[in-house]
């Protein structure tokens, strides 16, 4: 007999019917229905507000663009490695430097794409030299700034130099293109530094995917997803999981169906209603962009990846990016969600929700921080990447952004399913006695004791 | 065959709550699960019907595991409630689906219980708007004016709405917990204080209902702690003490186990001295008629022969067995009573 009862704890039978009325009554909930339409309205219109806001800020910015005179070094050699045909000419836009002070206009240099090696370019560079590389990205082009390792030559000037070269670079560009659909899409895709470098550390670079200011960016823009969906998620589960045990329906409710059938169809109900809200959120901020792009001619290259709730960083980096970022916010969402499940049962009020969620809040502004300093050191990356719950913000990032290997990313999944299942099955131990006992606030020691019975 | 419940055991760390308690309903019927506050009932219970892992013992339906794969199960928790802002139709679907009762099964279920608990204005709201505007317009006739203008739109449609829980009384929202308990026509319905609540009206109408589901075959177990309705049910009882049962059997048999003792006596004038001389306990006495506790048969004889003997008229003289109340207080009560000292 006792053999027999505890094989059901993990039975699912009557998921389906607590799935469908859970979101039936959500979807009839007028409180979920107004929070579900601001979401959708955020997603939609942050890029284009955004986008309103840094319109002042990008003139301001471009009114302060560097010039020779901010770049303080002995001699500067433009390296072109793109199909795009750019001249010295070019970038010798201001010849009324004084010649007190920044790089003469006479010092710069230029060299095409497969006349020299960079290398071979690198290892010639004086000690007050500085080398710009264009190149090609997957997304776009790339500006990259290198100085020798034994360089007299400040981080500053190296700065006001690849940005110098990326400002020009950007609108000679812009010139030699067609502004038809195509031209708008190549230049949608912007044009980002890949950072300040030494040689040494250029090799170490040609790994990554990303540069600095786009990896950025994107982890920025992922890590900020993934703490409001689970925050949001979070306390739309533990409201819904700890409803039976406020309305005092948990003993009516067990004698129908089984625990765990009940806990995971009263979850995933409430996490298909926030990924249906982020899905309508997405496809109608696609549609907004699509538009403003197409009839206003605005182009969102100004607007920083990470300033806005950006879910344009699903779409932007091939199938296997959107596929690995959605997988990642599934398995956090889970692992929250499954979380928030086991807490919301040891509440005994509504009161004592706000405690519940608390708990999970706590845990995703840990992997949050984290995920925003420690996720963008490369030195922290690998052992971030394979820590849950720091890992669910930072490894998808990583691996995109060329930090870490397919192996430390597939390893980072397994750590976090495995975590999921113990967590189902905590849950699963756990719910039927948390539900029926009166604890006032969810306690480690009384979930610990529910796992004995 | 039937329920069997074996020795079952329940600990909380080092804390026993429920201590070696076994019963059995062998047959259809009522059985009685009694007992003073914190004794064990309600973990008695949920290990019974599955929902608490028991520490040892064993529940068996016809031989096999009870849970609601083997049994269907009807249940009115002590501690009970409705989803307060769910419309009451969409959860009595929720939990008749649950118990695997759908489509048409279902719906007439529902109507036909609605009909029978008399909540039908509360989930057919549609049809209530209807009758109370017939009602209206007939009444304005007979009182030869003219009838009302229906409502409009906005005022048909508020009334209309689906009613929740939290517009019912409590009364109401008990008879809908009831309905909920029975949609699925259970073979075993257990009942956790089913009238604690409830008017004189609508206590009528729900005990009716268990009169039905006895007389349809039905194993029910009921806890209570109004002792005259489970006198007016139940059968078989166990008493249960501070997690141990301390009595059990049959309701008949424990109250001639426990002889006839009580003594209703009206006299027309003073007899304590005579009551006293026969070594009579008086419990009460207002105008010559007394409430006496006597040893038995014997004692009871004894004192009426005295008394007539002394020419005293008797106007009344009733020899019953204890209540059911007096056996369980006399079985937990000085206990319970020191304990809440």
Redesign the interface.
């Known amino acids: 007999m006792k053999q027999n009862s505890r094989e059901n704890i993990y039975s699912l039978t009557g998921f389906g019917k607590v799935f469908r009325f859970t979101l039936q009554q959500t979807l009839k909930n007028k409180g979920f229905l107004v929070s579900a339409i601001l979401m959708i309205l955020m997603m939609a219109f942050m890029k284009p507000l955004m986008y309103a806001f840094a319109g002042s800020g990008s003139s301001t910015a471009a009114s302060m663009s560097a010039t020779l005179r901010d770049i303080d070094a002995e001699k500067m050699c433009i390296y072109n490695g793109t199909p795009v045909e750019i001249s010295l000419g070019d970038m010798v836009t201001d010849t009324s430097t004084p010649e007190d002070k920044g790089l003469k206009p006479e010092n710069l240099s230029f060299v095409e794409n497969g006349m020299i090696s960079v290398d071979t370019l690198a290892d010639e560079l004086g000690a007050r030299d500085i080398l710009i590389v264009i190149s090609t990205s997957e997304k776009g082009y790339k500006v990259n700034g290198i100085i020798s390792d034994s360089s007299e030559v400040d981080i500053r000037s190296l700065d006001k130099a690849t940005e110098y070269v990326q400002k020009i670079f950007d609108d000679v560009r812009k010139k030699k293109l067609g502004l038809d659909d195509e031209s708008l899409k190549a230049l949608s895709g912007g044009v980002s530094t890949g950072g300040v470098l030494t040689e040494a550390d250029y090799k170490l670079e040609q790994e990554k995917t990303m540069g600095k200011n786009e990896y950025s960016g994107v982890m920025i823009a992922f890590v900020l997803i993934v703490l409001v969906v689970a925050s949001l998620s979070s306390s739309y589960i533990v409201a819904a999981v700890n409803e039976e045990k406020s309305s005092k329906l948990a003993e009516s409710l067990l004698v129908s169906v089984r625990p765990m059938a009940l806990l995971l169809g009263k979850i995933i109900a409430m996490l298909s209603f926030v990924f249906g809200t982020i899905l309508i959120g997405v496809s109608l901020s696609m549609v907004v962009e699509k538009i403003m792009v197409s009839v206003f001619k605005v182009d969102f290259s100004n607007v920083s990846q990470g300033s806005t709730f950006n879910m344009a960083i699903f779409t932007s980096y091939g199938v296997v990016a959107f596929i690995v970022l959605v997988v990642e916010l599934m398995l956090a969402l889970c692992s929250f969600g499954v979380l928030s499940g086991i807490l919301g049962s040891a509440c005994s009020k509504t009161e004592d929700q706000q405690s519940a969620t608390t708990v999970v809040m706590m845990m995703s502004m840990i992997g949050y921080i984290a995920g925003m300093y420690g996720g963008l050191n490369d030195n922290l990356i690998t052992i971030f990447s394979l820590v849950p719950p720091i890992s669910y913000f930072t490894a998808p990032v990583a691996y995109i952004g060329g930090r870490i290997g397919i192996e430390i990313l597939l390893t980072s999944f397994a750590i976090q399913i495995v975590l999921l299942v113990a967590l189902v099955m905590l849950a699963a131990k756990t719910y039927r006695v948390l539900l029926l006992s009166d604890s006032s606030r969810p306690k480690l020691s009384s979930i610990l004791a529910a796992t004995k019975g | 065959m039937g329920l069997k419940v074996k020795d079952l055991y329940k600990k909380y760390?080092e804390k026993v709550v429920v201590d070696h308690v076994s019963f059995e309903l062998p047959e259809p019927g009522v059985y009685a699960l009694l007992g003073s506050n914190g004794a064990g009932k309600s973990t008695t219970i949920?290990m019974t019907?599955?929902?608490?892992?028991?520490?040892g013992g064993?529940?068996?339906w016809n031989d096999g595991?009870l849970?609601?794969?083997t049994c269907n199960?009807g249940?009115?928790?002590e501690?009970?409630?409705?989803?307060?802002?769910?419309s009451l139709m969409?959860q009595i679907r929720?939990?008749g689906?649950?118990?695997g009762v759908k489509g048409k099964e279902l719906t007439d279920r529902i109507a036909y219980w609605a009909e029978r608990l008399k909540v039908e204005e509360y989930l057919y709201p549609e049809k209530a708007a209807e009758l109370e505007a017939k009602q209206r317009e007939e009444e304005a006739r007979a009182m030869g004016i003219e009838p009302e203008q229906p409502k409009s739109g906005l005022q048909l449609k508020k009334k209309m709405k689906p009613k929740s829980a939290d517009q019912l009384s409590k009364g109401n929202q008990q008879k809908i917990?009831f309905l909920?308990?029975l949609l699925s026509d259970p073979e075993l319905i257990v009942l956790d204080e089913p009238f604690s609540g409830l008017d004189p009206v609508n206590a009528d109408i729900l005990k009716e209902v268990v009169r039905e589901q006895i007389a349809a075959g039905k194993y029910i177990i009921m806890s209570s702690h109004q002792m005259e309705v489970v006198e007016e049910f139940c059968t078989d009882i166990t008493i249960l003490h501070r997690s141990k049962v301390v009595l059990s059997g049959n309701l008949n048999e424990i109250k001639k186990s426990f002889g006839r003792v009580n003594l209703k006596l009206k006299v027309e004038r003073d007899v304590s001295a005579e009551i006293e001389a026969a070594g009579v306990e008086i419990l009460s006495e207002k105008e010559h008629e007394y409430n006496l506790r006597v040893t038995g048969d014997q004692q009871a004889n004894q004192l009426l022969k005295s008394l007539i003997e002394k020419n005293i008229p008797v106007v009344k003289f009733d020899l019953s067995e204890l209540s059911l109340h007096e056996i369980f207080v006399r079985e937990v009560g000085d206990e319970v009573s020191e304990t809440e000292q």
Do not use: S
């Open positions: 760390g949920r019907l599955g929902m608490l892992e028991k520490t064993e529940v068996t595991p849970n609601f794969d199960i249940y009115l928790a501690e009970r409630g409705l989803y307060p802002k769910y969409d929720y939990f689906e649950l118990r917990q909920i308990a």
